[in-house]
């Protein structure tokens, strides 16, 4: 089960990567977003794998999972929303003020 | 009470007075400026009081006393001595600067940045902890660098300025590095520890590299050679400024910090060696090049440096009684010097110039000046009866001493008695040039004397010069012997203050340096020439120049080499660089990639998802040209991110991806209308497959690690938050009592970033013009059909329901999975659904349009949660819960974390709500008219009507067309309908 978590993080970095080399704005928020999946997967895992022990206290809880990975993801699942926002945000900008949506505002190549 | 806190606060607390006084008219901030520094004055006094006494007063207030850190304060003789000369001659300088500043010139900027100044210089005397003084030794560097530039029209004064903030901001580096090394020699960085080590100071290893920071601290703030060149730039400065910096306070920073760290450091043959080399070059060159300088404040700046040479090999020589005549000469020169710029400021002020070849003969037209002017400049030339004589011929009488005790010591007196002929040249050349030798040539102005109150500062001063040089006894003795124990940390040696100690070597020096001086003035002519020959030939001023230049090519250099302007070339970098230290960390190999943890079994469903998941993030990247279909496969990707989470024990993990997930696709999809439907194909074979191989390489980096991390086992700190969450945070949920209660600080900063990022964008928004596209991605028009009945009335009636499970989530949060972040995206995702179905118009007819007020409640009532505790007398954001028994429900918990998790709940509804609806309401004023006349910008006026009903697309983003009919509907902050722009 690590492997294939590993392989996944590993595939959504590589698309990540790929994509946030694009020279267009809006393939470079997709590769960001999947760079944020691969990141809060990997933040996520640092806390280990477990599976059926959520971390909410009961009596009949056989263990818990790791919680404090978990709290710091959360907020960074939705900062990464707000991130997202901010940066597409950005791209209109960019297009409405240049004219064409190259990373670098320069007009077709 | 902490006075000596106070005494340096007040003249900050009086810079703000004196700007605002000089609203009221041009002269209330002199006098506020004054009344500020008698009052520091009046703090001070009583002080000194336990000073005579013998005693050093110490005064701390402390701040992170768990680190040793507090603000504390000394008050002994040196920092008395020097408190009454940054005070007594401050109070001079405003009233002369009050008659000396032109109408044009801003009273309430000048005594404003003085008082600055001020306070930042006795900051630095009145430290007692060494980190604390470097504080203020960098504010006297910028307060400096406003009062040079004071004039700054002027690209002489600007120029002037930037350079001594240079230099002496670089020294101030130097001086960190050097005390943070001598606060570790010494176990402490209070002054008082400092000083009682000396021994284990000097036997340090590092001794040597410390003492050399610290030289060079002080050597550039004292205007040393090589770094002396800045201090004559640094007279394009009004001359009252020139007359307190280059005088009484600023250079003697330098002076003063090797007089403070006297018994500390002082005493070695580094110590001797370089403090008394660099002493004698500066004595030497100063006192050479003053002689031919033309400007009547280049020669004083250049007899500053000399006298500053001269102090600082005092230090250098480093006998007892060096120390005393060391200290002595700083209190000589500061009041001699500042009336000789006094003096110069009166004669540029009544001549028009300040050039010595065309000012003579002004005897005949300011006697009294003159006179006041002459005393000045004899106690400068160590005249006898005046002050400066005392204290050269200790100084005479030391180098005579010191030099029977080394090799090559006969060159010695030789080269301090050839610096005292230069002395007494140039001292002589000020008098003479200026108030006689002839007439006046071509002055811009007819001088006379100046106004009354004017010359009272001079008089003082000069006053003082001659109590001091006839009445030694009486009048400096006490307080010198005071600051010179405090130097010496010890009794003071005996002294003698005599004007006549018989026949003695010294007295034999100062006789052949007046004789010299005479002479050399005499025989001037042949000197000029050689001076004007080599003039710019060797001029420290250029070294700086290529320097300076020199580093801002290399860093323009550096800067161009990475950035050419492309984004993708530096990330391409960013990412290569990251891959190779990555990879540097993996190449030694001594440990293995693979841990020791047991591993979970693989299910067959997992195996499935992670298959999908793989293949649709492939597809997303191969397909990432059909802009709408990869914006829909992440989505589903983020669905598959969504039930790793419930996989793996994360409920809440699981929530917020899943409902993040979708305002994210909203989002995108609102944003893809106004970007091209499809990208171009645009990149190289070559560049795809570097960026593909870069991909690969990253990928297969992030999987390497989190393989690596996975498989090791590991402590963690969870068990405490497990064991505490219930009894101390009154919740189950222990990842919503961390974001809530333990880490409720940073949920806090979250939360505002996510505020902060809204309004950024509300922001950008506003003034942003976009035209909408005609046709979509496959060449149809955009349709405006009316909303789809079923969805709007499915949403409707699911609205009340989606609420109530918002509301549901919100309140469990603390017990089950849930919480603000997770109800405030059920509810905004409940609320934008509404927006799709039904359209702007109708949404808003029902819903309030504007979302600040909610973000700012949120905010709010998170704070006020966090400062009740404080009530209670808890820290900040402590949680406190209760049990309560409700009917029908039965028991029920009440946490008044859950306030805080209210507050995060509407600024997570507020901020997504009004990034995504005030997009979608861009659309509304986006769209082209399709009437015949099409204007570029389009308006709200685009009617459904309008469309050729034979060109309706099979699929349609239903919530477009509804946005376009809310554009005569814009919230109240929104823009005029039909005027988008």
Redesign the interface.
């Known amino acids: ?15 990540g ?14 590769g960001l ?2 760079l944020s ?2 990141v ?3 933040l ?15 009596e009949a809880a056989a263990g ?5 990975p ?2 710091l ?3 960074a ?10 940066v ?6 960019a ?2 003020e240049l004219g064409n ?1 190259h ?2 505002g320069r007009a ?2 | 009470m902490n006075t000596l806190l106070l005494a340096v606060i007040t003249p900050y607390l009086g810079a703000a007075l004196a700007a605002w006084a000089s609203r009221h008219g041009r002269l209330h901030s002199a006098w506020v400026a004054a009344a500020v520094t008698l009052f520091a004055l009046a703090l001070i006094l009583p002080e000194a009081v336990a000073v005579f006494a013998g005693e050093t007063v110490i005064q701390r207030l402390p701040w992170m006393p768990s680190v040793g850190l507090a603000l504390s304060f000394r008050l002994d003789g040196l920092a008395l001595l020097f408190a009454l000369l940054i005070l007594g001659i401050g109070l001079l300088i405003i009233l002369y600067a009050r008659y000396y500043l032109s109408e044009r010139d801003s009273m309430g900027r000048f005594y404003a940045y003085l008082l600055l100044f001020m306070g930042a210089m006795l900051g630095i005397v009145l430290s007692e902890n060494v980190i604390q003084l470097l504080v203020f030794w960098e504010l006297t560097s910028l307060a400096s660098f406003l009062l040079i530039s004071y004039w700054q029209h002027r690209e002489d004064a600007r120029n002037g300025a930037r350079m001594a903030l240079a230099v002496t901001g670089a020294g101030g580096l130097a001086l960190l590095a050097g005390f943070l090394l001598l606060g570790e020699m010494a176990g402490g960085y209070e002054l008082s520890v400092i000083l009682a080590s000396g021994d284990t100071i000097r036997a340090h290893p590092s001794y040597v590299p410390m003492l050399i920071l610290v030289l060079l601290g002080v050597f550039t703030k004292s205007a040393q050679f090589p770094f002396h060149f800045w201090l004559p730039h640094a007279m394009a400065a009004p001359t009252p400024v020139s007359a307190y910096l280059h005088s009484a306070t600023m250079v003697k920073a330098g002076v003063f910090l090797l007089a403070r760290l006297f018994p500390a450091l002082s005493g070695t043959w580094e110590w001797s060696h370089i403090v008394g080399g660099v002493g004698l070059a500066t004595l030497l060159t100063g006192a050479y090049i003053a002689l031919f300088k033309h400007d009547l404040k280049g020669l004083l700046a250049y007899s500053t440096i000399s006298h500053l040479g001269l102090i600082t090999t005092l230090f250098g020589i480093g006998t007892p009684l060096a120390a005393v005549a060391g200290v002595f000469h700083i209190i000589n020169h500061a009041t001699f010097k500042a009336s000789l710029f006094m003096a110069a400021g009166i004669i540029d002020h009544e001549c028009g110039t300040r050039d010595m070849r065309r000012i003579n003969g002004l005897w005949k037209y300011m006697p009294y000046t003159a006179t006041l002017a002459m005393v000045a400049a004899a106690a400068m030339a160590g005249v006898p009866l005046f002050n400066g004589f005392l204290s050269k011929e200790m100084f005479f009488a030391e180098a005579v001493s010191m030099g029977t005790q080394m090799r090559f010591g006969w060159l010695l007196p030789l080269v301090v008695t050839v610096a005292g002929v230069f002395a007494v040249a140039y001292s002589l050349r000020f008098i003479h040039d200026v108030f006689f030798n002839g007439e006046p040539v071509d002055l811009p102005r007819t001088p006379h004397e100046p106004p009354r109150w004017m010359k009272v500062p001079v008089e003082v001063l000069v006053a003082l010069c001659l109590l001091v040089g006839i009445l030694p006894g009486l009048t400096v003795e006490p307080i010198l012997a005071l600051a010179a124990a405090a130097v010496l940390q010890a009794p003071p040696p005996a002294f003698d203050l005599a004007i006549w100690h018989g026949l003695s070597p010294a007295m034999l020096m100062s006789v052949v340096a007046l004789a010299g001086g005479l002479l050399v003035y005499a025989g001037r002519r042949p000197l000029f020439d050689l001076a004007a020959h080599w003039e710019g030939r060797v001029d420290a001023r250029a070294v700086y120049d290529r320097l300076l230049q020199g580093l801002f090519a290399l860093a323009g250099g550096v800067t161009r080499a990475l950035d050419t302007g492309s984004l993708q070339r530096l990330l391409v970098l960013f990412f290569a660089s990251a891959l190779v230290l990555g990879a540097a960390g993996l190449v030694d190999g001594a440990t293995p990639l693979t841990g020791s943890r047991t591993l979970l079994e693989v299910d067959g469903v997992s195996l499935t998802a992670a298959i999908g998941l793989v293949a649709a993030a492939i597809a997303a990247v191969l397909l990432h040209r059909q802009r709408l279909t990869a914006l829909i496969i992440m989505g589903a990707v983020g669905l598959v991110v969504a039930l790793i989470f419930v996989k793996f024990s994360a409920p809440d993990l699981a929530l917020t991806q899943l409902s993040v997930e979708v305002v994210t696709v909203v989002l995108l999809l609102l944003a893809l209308y106004f970007l091209p439907q499809t990208g171009p194909a645009e990149s190289s074979g070559v560049r795809r497959t570097r960026d593909a191989v870069l991909a690969v390489a990253a990928g297969g980096g992030a999987a390497a690690l989190a393989w690596a991390v996975l498989t090791r086992p590991y402590e963690s700190i969870a068990g405490y938050f497990l064991d505490k969450s219930l009894p101390e945070g009154g919740g189950g949920n222990v990842v919503n009592v961390i974001l809530v209660d333990f880490r409720g600080y940073d949920t806090l900063g979250e939360i505002t970033v996510l505020a902060l990022a809204g309004l950024g964008i509300y922001a950008m928004l506003e003034r942003i013009h976009l035209p909408g596209p005609e046709r979509d991605a496959e060449g149809r028009p955009w349709n405006w059909d009316t909303h789809p009945v079923i969805m709007a009335s499915l949403t409707r009636l699911l609205l009340p329901l989606a609420l109530l499970t918002s509301v549901f989530i919100l309140l469990r949060g603390h017990n089950l999975p849930g919480g603000g972040f997770i109800a405030g995206l059920v509810t905004a995702v409940a609320l934008i659904m509404q927006y799709l179905a039904n359209g702007v118009t109708w949404t808003h007819a029902r819903l309030p349009a504007n979302f600040h007020p909610i973000i700012g409640w949120g905010l709010g009532i998170a704070l006020a949660t966090g400062l009740a505790s404080w009530g209670f007398e808890h820290p900040f954001l402590t949680s406190t819960f209760g049990h309560m028994h409700w009917p029908l429900v039965g028991d029920f918990e009440l946490a008044s974390a859950m306030a805080f998790d209210l507050g995060v709940y509407l600024v997570v509804v507020g901020a997504t709500l009004l990034i995504l609806v005030y997009l979608g309401l861009m659309h509304g004023a986006s769209h082209p008219t399709l009437s015949p006349d099409p204007s570029p910008r389009g308006g709200g006026e685009a009617r459904p009507s309008s469309l050729p009903q034979g060109e309706r697309a099979g699929w349609e983003p239903g919530f477009y067309e509804d946005f376009t009919n809310s554009s005569t509907n814009l919230p109240p902050r929104g823009r005029e309908p039909g005027r988008a722009d």
Do not use: S
């Open positions: 089960m690590e492997a294939l978590l590993a392989l996944v993080i590993g595939v959504l970095t590589a698309c990567v790929y994509l946030t080399l694009r020279g267009r704005t809006f393939p470079v928020v997709l977003t999947f999946y691969a809060n997967l990997f996520f895992a640092m806390g280990r794998l477990a599976i059926g022990r959520p971390p909410i206290i009961g818990y999972a790791d919680p404090l978990q709290a993801v959360l907020t699942i939705v900062i990464g929303f707000a991130m997202t926002a901010f597409i945000m950005l791209a209109l900008k297009r409405a949506d990373v670098d077709d190549r």
